[in-house]
């Protein structure tokens, strides 16, 4: 290290903290593993009319028990907002996992991401870690909505999951069924 380099900025935007060891998951040909450990609830059930109504598209949702949050497929990712990540598979499923209702509002307080927009990851690898804390004291729901965005290009997106089960972070929940 030089002696001005102690003055230089960091550049906060290509800086991402070290994560945690993945999950094994269950990842197979368009299917779709949870992002994080908890209990299970159909899209229907979530407590947010755009998400309950299938707009942003089919999947599941989950109540977590914990605050990492883990990919649930392999591939590109195509967006970082704080609370939410977009990654698309080289089979060409959309995958958007949304980390709470409303938590946009939060302006990333509560978020740390572990990649970053144009990152390949692995189905299992941590993408972003959430304090509940901060989300709670925010007044917004937790549930963790998995979606696969671009549903209508499929024959349909089923959860596979009980709903009301508890589910470990990697295990199969959504199926795309071409």
């Not at 450990?37 to 899209?43: A, L």
């Not at 990152?119 to 917004?140: C, L, Y």
Request: proline fraction near 6%; charge should be negative.
């Amino acid at each position: 290290m030089g002696l001005f380099d102690m003055f230089k900025k960091k550049d906060a935007e290509s800086a991402v903290p070290a994560a945690p060891a993945a999950v094994a998951a269950e990842e197979a040909a368009d299917v779709l593993c949870a992002p994080v450990n908890g209990r299970v609830i159909k899209m229907a059930d979530v407590p947010d009319p755009v998400f309950a109504g299938e707009v942003v598209g089919k999947g599941c949702a989950i109540w977590p028990d914990d605050e990492i949050v883990y990919a649930p497929i392999s591939g590109n990712v195509t967006v970082t907002m704080g609370h939410a990540i977009g990654i698309t598979a080289d089979n060409g499923v959309e995958a958007l996992v949304h980390i709470g209702v409303d938590t946009v509002d939060m302006g990333g307080k509560g978020f740390t991401g572990y990649v970053k927009q144009g990152d390949t990851v692995k189905a299992g690898q941590p993408v972003i870690k959430m304090s509940r804390a901060d989300i709670e004291a925010a007044g917004h729901p937790d549930c963790v909505v998995l979606a696969v965005s671009n549903t209508a290009e499929f024959a349909d997106v089923q959860l596979t999951a009980e709903p009301e089960s508890t589910v470990a972070a990697g295990a199969a929940v959504v199926k795309v069924v071409r």
